[in-house]
């Protein structure tokens, strides 16, 4: 059998030492490993890392002649994936080629060796990592097979991304879609079919169910009784919050409508996070945060919405969307915004098709030779002109503005001024859209002059701001005038005079609500710097105030 990965590559097939060995085998336990044998399936819900003692075990995807050979696993090798972190099905199969011994290490026990030695924990999560991004490259995993003009192949495609699950998309028309899903191949051109390892084919799921079928939604799992704190929003501003907490001792959930990691995990390339000189991918900040708060046992729950927030009998009440409600002592409001959209004729008619408001959505709507129309001024628009550039794409920048001064970072105008694949269209506005059932043709106004021009262009990412997810807050927490939440200082003093604050004896905290214990972190908060560090700091920032207000509860209860 060919595999796709060279088991001589060191950064991704690491031989273990004697002294990690060491570690292992009093977790572990020694079995002889029979020819043919199958240690663990594709699509198993949860399996035991291995390390190979003696003969050879194949990392396989697929089954007879369909099978693609990953990875051969050689004595010394570990067997496993990220996936023994995420809950994410096996990606693939392990079946032994040359007989021999493993050792067997049950899963929860290599967790908890990996949260408790530092060193032996960090080896195996760049080791994971890494195999993660490998795989990521060679498109292993579950598969979506749907027209790409289908809204709801978009949607699932989406879900997947923001999730950074691994998946394959596979257009119906092709040869593979019919090896896969036979005669049913047809049906996917009208809606999407998801295939995850043996199981039935999953014909149009919501994203609860592809998020049940690929082992993400741990929801049904998560006890739903008193927690110190439930995180609403699984951002940077969420997951700092969670982990700080976490670390500490407090017990700790996180529930995310979409998926953990926020608006941050669409960013192609974050330059300005600290202790990252090289930069560092959203989705890899995100996977880090992740495996971090799992660490800690932080509860997750994805994808869930918090839809409703109340007080009884002394505690804080969330509403998710699922019917249940988590009870706290603290909440912690990590919701972050939205994106503005244009008020443009059919910008719905190509939204997916042509239209996008992230980067990793982009991506997936790009064709080969696509020109790309990036609309606004600020540094995520900057950003996002400079990394499709690099791409190689050639890419107008559409900015209402004169100028660009005063919007976007100076480091980015400059990079824009000096790379020839970017034209900027200053005083520009779009107009009109045009495209046979996807984008073709963006109609741009210079409002200066008086002009209009057509750009030929298969996709058009808006980055022109957003919205603050407050909808169901309105009338729960004190918002400002667009949306975001006021908190500290910034509440009017109004607010402070309101009840319950006067029998409190103190007035609301730094990053505190206009309802005391309840906290927001973010880009949410009213004042925000909208960045990730910012976000995170907040995060950290609104745990040791909440240990202040409960400190501060327990001694005023007591007196
Ligand atoms: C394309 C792009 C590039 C960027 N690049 C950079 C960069 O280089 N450097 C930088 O510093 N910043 C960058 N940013 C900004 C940065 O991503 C944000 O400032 C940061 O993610 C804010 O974090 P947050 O936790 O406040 O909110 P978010 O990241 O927005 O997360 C909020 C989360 O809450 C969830 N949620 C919303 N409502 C509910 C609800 N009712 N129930 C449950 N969950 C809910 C959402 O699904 C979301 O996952 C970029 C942003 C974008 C879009």
């Not at 002294?19 to 020694?30: A, D, F, H, N, T």
């Amino acid at each position: 059998m060919e595999y796709l990965l060279d088991n001589s590559d060191q950064a991704l097939f690491p031989k273990l030492t004697d002294g990690q060995l060491e570690r292992l085998r009093p977790i572990g336990k020694v079995r002889r490993a029979a020819m043919d044998e199958v240690l663990f399936a594709e699509g198993e819900h949860s399996y035991d890392p291995l390390v190979v003692l003696e003969g050879t075990v194949a990392v396989v995807q697929g089954h007879d002649d369909q099978a693609r050979g990953i990875a051969p696993h050689l004595p010394g090798d570990l067997v496993a994936e990220l996936n023994i972190f995420t809950g994410e099905p096996a990606a693939a199969s392990a079946i032994v080629r040359q007989p021999g011994a493993v050792l067997v290490i049950p899963v929860a026990e290599f967790r908890a060796l990996v949260g408790r030695d530092l060193e032996f924990g960090d080896f195996v999560s760049q080791l994971l990592f890494r195999r993660r991004r490998a795989l990521r490259r060679l498109r292993v995993g579950f598969h979506i097979i749907g027209s790409a003009s289908n809204k709801d192949t978009v949607r699932l495609r989406e879900f997947s991304a923001r999730n950074r699950l691994l998946r394959k998309w596979i257009d119906p028309a092709d040869e593979r879609a019919r090896e896969l899903l036979g005669d049913a191949a047809e049906d996917a051109m009208a809606a999407p079919f998801v295939l995850l390892g043996d199981g039935e084919p999953l014909r149009n799921p919501t994203n609860a169910e592809l998020a049940r079928a690929a082992g993400l939604l741990r929801g049904a799992d998560v006890p739903r009784g008193a927690y110190d704190l439930v995180v609403v929003g699984g951002g940077p501003g969420g997951l700092a919050a969670a982990v700080y907490a976490a670390s500490g001792g407090m017990r700790t959930v996180l529930l995310d409508a979409v998926a953990v990691g926020g608006q941050a995990s669409t960013s192609a390339r974050i330059e300005n996070y600290l202790g990252f000189p090289a930069g560092l991918s959203g989705v890899e900040l995100a996977e880090r945060a992740m495996l971090q708060a799992q660490k800690f046992n932080v509860q997750m729950i994805v994808p869930c919405a918090a839809v409703g927030l109340e007080v009884r009998d002394g505690a804080h009440v969330v509403t998710l969307d699922d019917g249940g409600e988590l009870t706290s002592r603290i909440v912690i409001l990590a919701v972050g915004i939205q994106y503005r959209r244009l008020a443009i004729p059919k910008l719905e008619d190509y939204e997916g098709v042509g239209i996008a408001y992230a980067t990793a959505t982009a991506r997936q709507q790009l064709r080969p030779g696509d020109a790309v129309v990036v609309v606004g001024g600020a540094n995520s628009a900057g950003q996002m002109a400079l990394a499709l550039a690099d791409a190689g794409r050639k890419v107008h920048l559409v900015v209402r503005g004169r100028t660009l001064a005063g919007s976007m970072a100076a480091y980015l105008r400059e990079r824009i001024s000096l790379d020839s694949q970017i034209e900027v269209h200053l005083h520009s506005e779009v107009r009109e859209l045009a495209g046979a059932g996807h984008l073709e043709q963006v109609i741009v106004e210079n409002t200066a002059a008086g002009r209009r021009l057509s750009i030929e262009a298969g996709v058009m990412v808006v980055l022109i701001g957003a919205e603050p997810h407050t909808q169901w807050l309105r009338n729960v927490v004190d918002l400002d005038g667009e949306g975001f939440i006021l908190t500290g200082p910034a509440l009017a003093p109004e607010a402070r005079r309101r009840k319950p604050w006067p029998r409190l004896g103190r007035a609301p905290l730094m990053l505190e609500t206009s309802r005391p214990g309840v906290f927001a972190v973010g880009d949410v908060r009213s004042g925000s710097t909208r960045m990730v560090a910012p976000a995170a700091g907040d995060g950290g920032m609104a745990v040791r105030l909440a240990a202040e207000h409960l400190a501060w509860a327990s001694q005023h209860q007591s007196g």
